[in-house]
């Protein structure tokens, strides 16, 4: 099993480092849940809520924001050029490394 490491900064500033499994088709959103972290993922990972927005702190290469994630991080008050919906990005060995930001 592919494993990577991710940091998260959470809303309070402390950073976890957590390692995920590349082979479960998991996504950010989730992995964040699974670790208890604040983030809410209300519609389930459909990209309709936007309420697993996060800050892309390294510098990444991922892939492009689909048209559905662009209408709902327009509706975001703390949008920001390295604003993503967590469940958008699915965890691959190409994100090891990755250090995100709840805002």
């Known amino acids: 099993m592919n494993r990577i490491k ?5 809303k309070v500033g402390l ?4 390692e995920a499994p590349t082979d479960m088709n998991l996504n950010l959103m989730e992995l964040c849940k699974a ?5 809410e993922g209300t519609c ?6 936007a309420s697993c927005h996060c800050y ?6 991922l892939p492009e924001v689909s048209e ?5 991080l327009d509706q975001v008050f703390t949008l920001r050029d390295n604003s993503r919906l967590g469940c958008q ?3 691959t060995t190409e994100l090891d490394g990755l250090e995100v930001q709840l805002p």
Do not use: F, N, Y
């Open 89 to 91: 990005l699915r965890l």
């Open 15 to 18: 950073t976890h480092t957590l």
């Open 56 to 61: 892309i702190v390294s510098g990444h290469r």
């Open 68 to 72: 559905q994630e662009e209408i709902m």
């Open 35 to 39: 670790a208890e972290l604040p983030i």
């Open 44 to 49: 389930g990972g459909m990209a309709l809520c």
């Open 6 to 10: 991710i940091k998260i900064t959470d």
